[in-house]
């Protein structure tokens, strides 16, 4: 997986849960958070993979905008 492939976006509260209870495994594949300049939480994903779709089917809430 490489990283000029993987995109940041903005994370919505909803998300939080979600990476507390799946941290481990989720960055095993390739996912982290960070903030941004504007202090703004901010996920990174890979789109087009596998996990990316079956996140976005299963509405885990993170914009892949």
Known sequence: MGATHAKWGPVKPSFWPIWHANKDSLRDKGYSVRKNEDGQWQVRFVPGTQLA?????????FDTA
């Open 53 to 61: 779709r079956e996140m976005n089917h299963a509405k885990i809430p």
